[in-house]
Each structure stands twice: as C-alpha cells, then as structure tokens.
C-alpha cells in the first residue's frame, strides 16, 4: 500500500491591521518551532508580507490569510488578500530616511524565489518559497505540482525548486487565535 505523508499546513484569518501583521509574524514563528524549522529568514518574510497585506491589501471587513506548508525541502509562505487591483511591486527607489517601500526587496533578498498567484476575484495570493538546509528537521515530504502563477522575484533560477501545489487541507474560516496558539488576543 502506497501511503502518503501528510503535508505539514498552518493556515489563519487575520485582520488586516497592524496587530494582525504582527499575530501573523508571531504565529508563524511559533509554528515553525513546532516543526523544528529555522526562523530565520521566515519570520522576516512572513513579517514583511503581513505588512503589505495589512497596509496595501487592506478592505474593510475583509481579513487576509497566512499559510505556511512544507513540501521536500520547501517552506512555502503564503498571504492572501482581497485587493486584486493593487499589484505587488519592487521598489528600488525608495528614499533611504523613508520607513516604507523596501519590503518587496528584502523579500526579494531573503526568499529563493517569490511571486504572485492571482485568484478568484477580488483575491491574490504573494508568496514566497524558502529552501530548507538539509539538517532542517523537515516534517514533511509529498508530491510536487504546478500552479499557474506569475513568477516575480526568483533567485538562481537553474537551481529553483519546482512551485509545490497548495494543500488541499480543509481550512477553517475563522480561527479562535487564542486558543489555537497560546497567544492572548485582546
């Protein structure tokens, strides 16, 4: 018998806030430590996009989801918002006394590779990969597919993964944030 190794999938609705982008980053972090990955570059990408998403993403009454999942030796990290008309862009020309306008480009800097999945309307998904060194206690292995999406940022292109397919995991809609992480929301 064939059998399967779960792919390993943290998924939450947050609200696109400040408090939101930081739960987000927080969440991820401690998600990471349960599958024994490194933070580090993670939490800075999954901070730097939860800042986009509360920031340029932002509808009122609409929240924007985090998912994490690992497939081989890559951690993808997904946000995703309801503002499909509000593209994510690098911008190399922001001011250097200005605090907006390089999170695209430590993205860019930290991910393997990252870029932009277009949705239903009015969603789009930025997402970013990150390979995992090889002593990472990866928690999960699994088949690898395609998506159609646009490629934005992509480091060493010859030595790329190929983009894992979203897990199929039934996600809840709402997550009760204090009780599914130990976290106080309040």
Do not use: C
Not at 125 to 146: F, H, K, R
Not at 154 to 159: I, T
């Amino acid at each position: 018998m064939n059998q399967e190794t779960p792919i390993p999938t943290f998924s939450v609705l947050l609200s696109p806030t400040p408090r939101g982008a930081r739960l987000a980053r927080l969440l991820a972090t401690e998600q990471l430590r349960t599958w024994g990955l490194p933070l580090d570059p993670a939490e800075h990408i999954v901070a730097e996009l939860a800042a986009n998403a509360a920031t340029h993403g932002r509808v009122p009454g609409r929240d924007f989801r985090l998912t994490l999942y690992v497939i081989a030796d890559t951690l993808r990290v997904e946000l995703t918002d309801t503002r499909d008309d509000r593209l994510p862009q690098v911008r190399h020309d922001a001011e250097p006394d200005s605090e907006t306008g390089r999170g695209l480009v430590i993205v860019d800097a930290l991910a393997h590779r990252w870029g932009l999945a277009e949705g239903l309307r009015p969603r789009k998904t930025v997402w970013a990969e990150i390979v995992l060194p090889p002593e990472a206690g990866n928690p999960g292995s699994g088949a690898v597919g395609d998506q159609s999406q646009r490629t934005t940022g992509v480091r060493e292109p010859d030595q790329a993964p190929p983009h894992p397919a979203p897990p199929s995991a039934n996600s809840p809609s709402r997550v009760n944030i204090a009780n599914s992480a130990g976290f106080r929301v309040g």
